[in-house]
């Protein structure tokens, strides 16, 4: 069992595919799939929320190197969790899958066995994924995966756990991996890459682009927010969406990685360098320099309970914003949108009268390969998309963007 101390939220949150359609198109007649948004902390070894986060990255960033196995990383972690309900077969068995942005492997079998059925097939291959101290072993099976409302995918790539760790008594039964398939390199015997679900739903034509969408709403405004596949939702941006390749720099280039420079009241501290964008991070992640350039300049001191940088009310007040240099375009972060929510501080062992702010030190200085990493934090405040063909991730201002509802 994984204890937890505390559940932030549960958001549901709505799986969209474009189907035969334009990109940029407003979504009408599209595919719906469920999800659970699962906050919670205290995994095995983890204290607070910065803690988790920390150690997800640790881990993804040491991934492209020697495996360092670390007590304290398991797959469930993360602090932000995303559970798709999937069907696999035909008939369909359903499995509650974590949804992962920071993996690509998608497998089953850690609690509910795998049911064979007659569009199951067995590769003769075997599987291997590590996600730190947690991991998975088992067969690939090609099989037939149902995301809901007609959205089918044929001949998927599935690994069947024959063991695992770090999944066992949480409900979960494995994970649907969305990030981009040289993440798969590796993991299957006799095999270079995988096809991922992003890109199989793409060969098939079951939706017109290899594109992920992501909107969250902030949690303080409501408990929804979607997912789209084939493109993204028209209707919640404002603006254009300013795209910028996937970064050169290892190892964020493994993931879905960008080249950003951050400042604080107009002033740097964080120079032009690599990191990534994480659906499974929850908090705003920077190299130890910045974030102690950032802590300074806010008057932030560091909260033992909650691992994160407490301000008073005057502190919150004369907060500057905070943007993130994107390729040509700037994304900024009014004083709002740089605090925890405030109606959510003792779900994660704070105060409700303290005032926390979301960035927390990354763990490495500047120069690591992944200085930064934007998380749900960002999400929430930026719509974001995926785009596996053009490599590249997309940003744009939603209505929320400017919210003070924090």
């Known amino acids: 069992m994984f204890p937890y101390r505390a559940l932030l939220s549960i958001l549901p949150l709505y799986l969209l595919a474009v189907a035969a359609s334009p990109v940029h198109r407003t979504l009408g007649g599209v595919g719906k799939l469920a999800l659970t948004l699962i906050t919670r902390l205290n995994a095995t070894g983890i204290s607070t929320i910065a803690d988790a986060d920390r150690a997800r990255i640790k881990f993804m960033r040491e991934k492209g190197g020697p495996r360092k196995r670390d007590a304290s990383v398991s797959v469930t972690n993360s602090v932000v969790l995303y559970l798709a309900q999937v069907g696999v077969g035909s008939p369909p068995t359903e499995y509650t899958l974590l949804v992962d942005t920071g993996s690509s492997n998608t497998w089953v079998g850690a609690n509910k066995a795998y049911t064979p059925t007659s569009t199951s097939h067995y590769t003769g291959d075997t599987v291997y994924v590590s996600y730190g101290s947690g991991n998975f072993s088992g067969r690939e099976y090609t099989d037939t995966v149902s995301l809901g409302n007609g959205l089918t995918i044929n001949q998927q790539s599935i690994g069947v756990a024959t063991q695992s760790q770090g999944l066992i008594g949480t409900g979960i039964d494995g994970i649907i991996g969305l990030g981009p398939a040289d993440l798969t390199r590796g993991t299957v015997s006799n095999t270079n890459t995988v096809p991922t679900v992003v890109d199989n739903l793409y060969s098939q034509g079951a939706v017109s682009s290899a594109v992920l969408g992501v909107y969250f709403i902030p949690a303080s405004n409501?408990?929804?927010?979607?997912?789209?596949?084939?493109?993204?939702?028209?209707?919640?941006?404002?603006?254009?969406?300013?795209?910028?390749?996937?970064?050169?720099?290892?190892?964020?280039?493994?993931?879905?990685?960008?080249?950003?420079?951050?400042?604080?009241g107009g002033n740097t501290i964080l120079s032009n360098t690599a990191?990534?964008?994480?659906?499974?991070?929850?908090?705003i992640l920077i190299a130890t320099n910045a974030f102690q350039t950032y802590q300074s300049a806010t008057g932030g001191v560091m909260d033992t309970a909650t691992g994160l940088l407490r301000i008073t009310q005057s502190q919150y007040t004369n907060l500057q914003m905070l943007s993130f240099h994107v390729g040509t375009q700037t994304h900024d972060f009014i004083p709002n949108a740089q605090i925890w929510p405030r109606s959510l501080n003792t779900a994660i062992g704070g105060s409700s009268s303290y005032i926390y702010l979301v960035v927390a030190?990354?763990?490495?200085?500047?120069?690591?390969?992944?200085?930064f990493t934007n998380g749900y934090a960002f999400l929430e405040r930026y719509y974001s998309i995926y785009d596996t063909a053009n490599a590249r991730v997309g940003f744009a201002a939603t209505s929320y963007t400017d919210s003070t509802s924090n």
Not at 233 to 256: H, K, Q, R
């Open 222 to 264: 409501s408990n929804s927010g979607e997912l789209t596949f084939g493109g993204y939702d028209a209707s919640v941006i404002s603006g254009t969406v300013n795209y910028v390749p996937i970064t050169s720099t290892y190892p964020s280039n493994l993931y879905w990685g960008i080249d950003q420079s951050i400042t604080y």
């Open 275 to 283: 990191g990534i964008v994480d659906t499974g991070t929850t908090l």
């Open 361 to 371: 030190d990354i763990g490495t200085p500047s120069g690591s390969g992944m200085d």
